[in-house]
Structure formats: structure tokens, C-alpha cells
């Protein structure tokens, strides 16, 4: 079982002066490459995701049921003192939003929300996982961070899957980023997947939000995170995210480049390195580059993605409203057609048929449905 | 003269490829890869499948399975013996063969198996009628745990799954294969043509294959190359390979002289 205690902090701290022999040929696969060698990575990265993961790309869709939160995160459209539209979709708005993506293909969902322990209670949450579980093959959650206990919770309410980023590994920048609520807490957040792990979740999503410390840093404080779930959590799969930043409400502006060349160049090097870990990619980033690494190395996809509470249907925009201070503040006048706030703005639009279509045009299947609850309901 | 069939659980097959169906480009190229292999006996991961019975267009594997071949449910996904015992009943009750593939990694880097609760699993599933094949380290005296509680195969594994190393564990399969009383497929691992002709050489009654066939730029011309690559080392098994030597047979014999 996991240490809570330490976990993976003294590892962390240590970086990058101590490293693994894993992570020293991480950190070598980040040293600056020409364009052939580059190609080279490329290739080899193809090939061992072909290997181990086939000519496929799983498939799913974010479902956010809030965009209440606690937390100022000067990145993210959510920030409390955004003055944006918010809602908390009602239970069977959430299941009107999954019958939608469960007509459009998707039989792996990740519910999402902001951190609001008022409006999104793990109660709540756990009340969706359950309204959509006999519908839904694959429930993962993305929500704010939660103990052991209240992980076991949602397993047992039917989710399987927990994404749960650090957003940036440096603890410097993360204090500047995070000013307000409970996330300003590095350590507990840090942590988060071995509870999840305690608390029996067999997937576990990890990533940092690309754009806001030195990429390189960055990447081998993943890997190395990454290193150590795998030792200290052995029965669950893992995926790592490489998010860039993305326009949102708050107007931040990206701290830090990230080039393609260097995402692409640490997408090859995970795939080096762990050649099982799965690799998202999300509609954060644009059609045409999502075609190109699609067969490098990527093995789950999203698409068609909406990042506001009732995107899909319009389920909630009858509740629009601001929270100012943790209390909801009713409009004066509704605009017509009014839309909840989208955590950040999206850069590829195209439908999940268009893009399953895209997949297979590229020679991939797109896999739909890779799970089956029956696995797990007693 | 043709190879001599291979027989499990009182079912006879002329094939000794068994195929997976994971990885495929397509649902059309893997019913291709199938045909041109010549197979008897697919496996499929119940986890792709639908369950519900309510034919499922997004989760439709098995509609690009031809009829003629058995279906061989795989319990792929659980990590204990309770899931795989629960997968197999539900597969039954959809309809599929009461045929199971037991596969129970707990470990989802390496997909190595589970020895304790595949035992367990199969001890369960053996008493409530299913024909049990599970997949296996390629450990002699777990195989024979195995057959003793009466499963219908031992798949005992050439490498991690995908890894294309071929038999790493040779010299494991082949004290299997001394003591077996039910057949031995090797599973997992096989990468070229020459790695399951070299498990038939050594005696392998069935080997299954997935990833070399199923991410092949041509998975069907592939599947036809395995074709004949298991035909070629299962004919030279039962036609007997002289042992090779290190050294030329000598024209001038040390010995004769005790004869003379």
C-alpha cells in the first residue's frame, strides 16, 4: 500500500539534482533534438504504442456538471472571483447530458466540476455517478480532491477512473497560480492519486497544465511521479495528459512556451520510457494537430467536447447565475441564450463521428467501449 | 499427409492457430485476418463486447466474427478470481459459449497473470461446467494445478503480451509440455512466424496469436504467413527433428572396435 505520509514529496523534492536511472534516460530523451532525431523518437514511439495498445484510439467525452468553485486558479474560467454564468446541473440534467453522448458513441464519460464543496458535494456527485451508471460502461471523475474514504465512495457508487492533474509540479509557481481555497495546498494535492488508488480506483489520470514552468521541469517531474505511482500503485492503469493552456475567462496568459515540437518530443519520450501508460489527448488542442500525433503514441481521445456545464443539451441555462462569496446572486436580466462559462475555450470542434471517421481514415479503430461495469458490480 | 487435429474438451479442430482480436485496424480487416488464418477459435476481450444484449452498434466486435469459427469468451480486465467468475457466467447468459479463456492481470503494465486467483477462478468455473482455458506463466507446477482441477488447456505465456520476444520462457513450456495431460497453447508473445513454428517444434499443441497479425501492415496476408508457419512446425514435430549436434558424425568411428 502506499506511504501517505511521504509519499512521493521526498522524490520530488530532490529533482533534478537526484534522479532514477529511469529518469536519467527520461531527462535525456528532453535534451534538445535535431529534426532526425526527433523523427527517430517519433517513430520508435509508433512503433511501441502499436505494440502495446494496437491500431486503436479509445474514446471519450467530459461531462462538466458544475462550474461552481472555491478555488482562484488565475488560469481557469472557474476561478472564484471570475464574475461568470455558472450552474450545477440538477441530477436529471446530468442524465439528459449523458443519454446525449451515449446516442453520439461514447461509452467512456469523465465527470467534471469545479471545487465547491456547497454545490458539489461528494453526495452530489455520487448521485450522478449512480444516475448514469446503468447507462454508461465507463464512469471516471474529475473533481476536486477527496480522502481515501470519500474515493471509496464514488468506486463504489460505479466510477472506475480518477484524473486528478497537479497542474504544475513547481512549487514555486503553483503557490503564485493558486492564491485562494483549499488547492493552495501542493502536498495534499499531490497525493491525491495513491488515495484514489486506497480508495479503489483502477485508472488513474495524471498531467500538469503545460505553459506555466519550464517544459522540460515539467515533463520529468511527471515522468518521475508517474515512476512512483507505478511502484507504490500496481494494480491501476495510468494515463498521463500534456494540456497547454488554453484561452479562458481571466484573460491569463501562458507563463511559459511549449512549442509543438517540445510536446511532441515529450509525448515520444513517455512512450520511451513507460511504454504502457496511456496517453490523452483533448480537444484542447486543434484538429490538425490532433491528426498528426494521433499515431504517435496517443491512445485516448476526447471529442466533440463542451467545458460548460450543460454544453451538450442546454440543460441548466434555466438556473444561470453568479455566486459571489460562496452565495448565489441571482441576474437582473438574462440574456437570451445565455450559456454557462466553459472552463476554456476549445480548439477542435469537429464532431465525435468526424473525428472517429478522421481516426480510421489515419488506419486507427475508434474504440468506443473498453470497459464493462459487470467487471466490477457485485 | 495433414497434421493430426488438435482436440480439446472432446472438440476436435484442424487448426492449431488461435487468434486474438484486439488491436485490429478495423472489424473488417480482423474478419479478414481470421479467414486467411484458417482459425477455429477467436478470443474476445468480454469488456469490448456488449453484455446487454441489446446489440450495442458501438460496441459491435463480435458482428465481424464468422459464424463458423468458436467463440472463446477472454476475461481480460479483471484482476481476481470473482471478476472473472462473474464475466464468465455473464457471457453464458449473453448467449456466448460456455468456452473461457482465463485471464486475470492484475497488473496492467505487464499484463502477467494472476497465478493464485486463476487457480482459484478456474476452480470455480471447472465445477460449474465451463470448458476452462487459462492463461498462464509458464510455470510447470501451476500448469499442473491447473490440470489436475480439470481445465481443458494450460496457456502458458512466451513473453508479456505484445512484447513480440518470442519464447523466453522455452525451457519452462518444455517441462509443461513433458508433464501435460491436456494440451498446451502457448499465448502471448509470438512477434514473427518462426516464433510459433519454434513452439510447435518443441512439441505446443496450439499457440495464439494477436498483436503480429493484428498491427501487420497486411493483417491477412500476416495471418496467412502464421497460416503456414504452424503447419510447418507441427508437421515437423510429428514427423520427428533429428537432434541437432555440435559435432560432425565422425567417418572413422572411436568405438567399433568394441565390435570387432
Known sequence: ????????????????????????????????????????????????????????????????????????????????????????????????????L??????????????????????????????IRSFVPTIGIEVGPMEAPEYQRMVEAGAEGLVVYQETYDRDVYAVMHTAGPKKDFDWRLACPERGYLGG???????????????????????????????????????VAFPRLRP????FHPLTDFPDHALVQTLAAFRLTFPEVGIVMSTREPAAFRDAVAPLGVTIMSAGSHTEPGGYTGAGSDDLHLTVKGRRVELDDKPDQARAEGQFGIADERSPATVADRLRSLGLDPVWKDWDPSILAA | MSNSPLTIAGRSFQSRLMLGTGKFASGDLMRDAIIASGTEIVTVALRRTDLSGQGDPFANILDFIPPNVLLLPNT????????????????????????????????????????????????ILVKEGFIVLPYINADPVLARRLQDVGTATVMPLGSPIGSHQGLTTRRQIEIILTQATVPVVVDAGIGAPSHAAEAFEIGADAVLV?????????PARMATAFKAACEAGRAAYEIGLTEA???????????????Q
Not at chain 1, 223 to 232: D, M, P, R, T, V
Not at chain 1, 248 to 251: F, R
Not at chain 2, 245 to 259: D, G, Q, R
Open chain 1, 248 to 251: 479562458a475567462a481571466g484573460g
Open chain 1, 102 to 131: 451515449v446516442a453520439q458513441g461514447f461509452r467512456n464519460i469523465l465527470l467534471v466540476a469545479g471545487e465547491h464543496p456547497r454545490f458539489v458535494s461528494d453526495g452530489y456527485l455520487e448521485a450522478c455517478i449512480r444516475a
Open chain 2, 210 to 218: 494477436n498483436t503480429a497479425i493484428a498491427i501487420a501492415s497486411d
Open chain 1, 1 to 100: 500500500m502506499p506511504d501517505l505520509q511521504t509519499g512521493f514529496i521526498p522524490a520530488l523534492d530532490a529533482l533534478p539534482s537526484r534522479k532514477s536511472p529511469l529518469m536519467e534516460r527520461f531527462a535525456a530523451l528532453l535534451d534538445p533534438k535535431s529534426p532526425s532525431q526527433l523523427e527517430a523518437m517519433a517513430r520508435e514511439s509508433r512503433a511501441i504504442t502499436r505494440r502495446n495498445f494496437g491500431r486503436t484510439m479509445r474514446l471519450f467525452a467530459p461531462l462538466y456538471v458544475s462550474n461552481e468553485c472555491v478555488n482562484n486558479c488565475q488560469y481557469c474560467g472557474f476561478s472564484r472571483d471570475n464574475p461568470i454564468l455558472r450552474t450545477t446541473l440538477t441530477i436529471d440534467q446530468v442524465i439528459t447530458e449523458a443519454r446525449h
Open chain 2, 245 to 259: 549436434t555440435s559435432e560432425a558424425t565422425a567417418t572413422s568411428p572411436l568405438t567399433t572396435f568394441l565390435y
Open chain 2, 76 to 123: 481480460s480486465g479483471a484482476m481476481n478470481a470473482e471478476e472473472a467468475v462473474r464475466l464468465a457466467r455473464l457471457a453464458v447468459a449473453a448467449g456466448m459459449p460456455n468456452w473461457v479463456k482465463l485471464e486475470i492481470h492484475p497488473d496492467p503494465r505487464y499484463l502477467l497473470p494472476d497465478p493464485i486467483e486463476t487457480l482459484k477462478a478456474a476452480e
Open chain 1, 201 to 239: 480506483f483502477r485508472r488513474i489520470g495524471i498531467g500538469a497544465l503545460f505553459g506555466l514552468s519550464d517544459w522540460r521541469l515539467e515533463a520529468l517531474r511527471l515522468a518521475a511521479h508517474l515512476e512512483h505511482l507505478y511502484k507504490h500503485c500496481w494494480k491501476a492503469t495510468f494515463t
